[in-house]
């Protein structure tokens, strides 16, 4: 393997083979040109790995993103989260992409409880039926990171136990750093990816799975949004019982409600369904506006529906958090799209995407056509789902894409609409957040606040300034003694290099089968020395030599041919 290859091939054994299990899936289920064209076929052959082009002829019609859905839930959990993940970026993806991720699912089988004992009594410090009243070993639930099990302390607290599966860490991790690997080279060699940052999207969702991983930070950030409805009775956020709370377990209070998509019995047991709506908006619409920290995914199996109408949210391994200063463009945001303003809009998209839109005056264009559709449309009929997905959409056309807090948010407020609408047919998102988004915007500019954010301002600046002096002696000082350095990255080099590479070798090849044409011709000439079918054995040994160099460097031509991407 050339130097130029290995710097970007998977560095360990296992990572090669997890790689070509991965190839293997792709291709299986019709997605071979896409291996192809990404480059991930060339690091295994070049490793010395087969790859079996071959692929079942009933998957490879099926359209692609089912195709696509059907490889990741094959290829276990660190992708189907990857799925999850990408199922709410609508700015990234097209609607049938969309609807077809939003398949995925992490539900799979339990992991037997002898296989988890060991583990639960080492993070528990005893066994569970010291530490519990009552263990269930039958799971309540059971997902693709971890498994939950009923328990009852001694003092007769009803509690989840939630257990993460052993030994999947090493595995994610492993998945993990073999999919960004994949995504510097797929951005590489399919240069329309580039727009939308592989590697920073998988990087990102590293950051996230990791996050989940622990349970205890999980504990920590319910803890956290709990502090801040510490006044509002009707929302309830689960107790956490941190004596026996860790990396790999938590125990939380158990919720005995109606899960979030038992409607119609919640509507027999006397619950007031349009005051669910609006408290469960209400209830989204704070974490996001004023707290800047939300659950990112309020969907029915993590809400429950509590007698006197209050509403509990559970699993908090996926939250979402939001800078004061994003949170000031959010309502510039949200506001442009209530009161129909697209100059409003367009300036936050345009900030969003680090003014990156190739033709910005085509995407203010687009922007004022769609606020002129809702032109007129009374706030009571205003659906900010979907105006979100419009917002998107003209996103994705542009090639730009939403930092990954905000494509939370969005798939939050996705969400909590449809939640809403599921309650109550007549409940509007848009009626509900405009009340919050004008209190908020007015506390933002009281000149109290006003006046705090600008002696802020005045400190950090002068901070910038008294620092300037010693800034400038320490860059004079790197220039005296050769620290400046200047990089100059010349786009598409390493491809130009490889082909540099493969052409030298070829010429090389071609020069030493050239050679052994002419040398056994000469020996063919020569009387004498060992026969082989009636011709000299050594001439003959050199034609044969030279054939099987000649098929080489015409095959590693075909495959070139066939194999580069197209740009």
Known sequence: MNTRASRHAPGATRELGRLQEIVAVLVRHGLGDAVRRMGWADLLEKAGRLVHWNSAAELARLPPPLQVRRALEELG???????????????LLGPEWITEFEKLHSRVPAVPFEELHAQLVEDLGGEPSQVFAWFDEQPLAAASIAQVHRARLHDGSEVVVKIRRPGIRPVIEADLRLLERLAGIAANRWPDLRPY?????????????????????ECRQAERIAANFSGQAEIVIPKVYWEWTHERVNVQQFIDGLPGSALERAESEGLDRKLLAQRGAKAVLKMV?????????????????????????????????????????????????VQRDPSAVADVLLE????????????????????????????????????????????????????????????????????????????????????????????????????????????????????????????????????????????????????????????????????????????????????????????????????????????????????????
Not at 301 to 316: E, Q, S, T
Not at 444 to 469: D, E, F, I, N, T
Request: aromatic share 6%; charged share 20%; hydrophobic share 50%.
């Open 352 to 567: 969003w995407a680090d003014g990156s839109a190739e033709e910005e005056m085509l995407l203010n264009a687009d922007i004022e056509a769609f606020v002129d559709t809702y032109h007129g449309v009374p706030l009571a009929q205003l659906s900010l789902a979907a105006m979100l997905a419009d917002v998107t959409a003209i996103l994705r056309r542009h090639k730009l894409s939403l930092p990954s807090d905000l494509a939370l948010l969005i798939k939050a407020f996705i969400s909590t609409e449809g939640m809403g609408r599921g309650l109550d047919p007549d409940f509007h998102m848009a009626a509900e957040a405009l009340p919050l988004l004008r209190r908020a915007l007015r506390a933002r500019y009281h000149p109290k606040a006003v006046m705090r954010r600008g002696w802020q301002a005045l400190s950090r600046m002068a901070g910038l300034l008294g620092a300037v002096p010693d800034d400038l002696a320490r860059l004079l000082r790197h220039v005296r003694h050769g620290g400046v350095q200047v990089h100059i990255d010349v786009h598409h080099l390493d491809r130009v290099g490889d082909q540099l590479d493969r052409a030298a070798s070829r010429l090389t090849v071609g020069l030493v089968v050239a050679a052994l044409i002419v040398g056994s011709s000469i020996v063919m000439t020569v009387r004498g020395g060992p026969m082989l079918l009636g011709l000299p054995a050594f001439g003959l040994l050199g034609f044969v030599g030279a054939c099987a160099g000649a098929v080489w460097l015409l095959r590693s031509i075909w495959r070139s041919g066939h194999h580069e991407p197209r740009e």
């Open 197 to 217: 940052g592989p590697v920073a999207l998988v990087q990102e969702f590293g950051r996230s799975l990791r996050r989940e991983l622990d349970l205890a930070h």
């Open 289 to 337: 506006v004023e707290d800047g920290l939300f659950h990112a995914d309020p969907h029915p199996g993590n809400v429950f529906y509590l007698p006197g109408n209050r509403i509990a949210f559970i699993d908090f391994g996926m939250v979402g958090r939001l800078s004061m200063q994003r949170r000031d463009e959010l309502l510039k945001l949200m506001l442009g799209l």
């Open 77 to 91: 959990p660190t992708f189907v989260k990857l799925g999850q993940i990408l199922a709410g970026r609508a700015d």
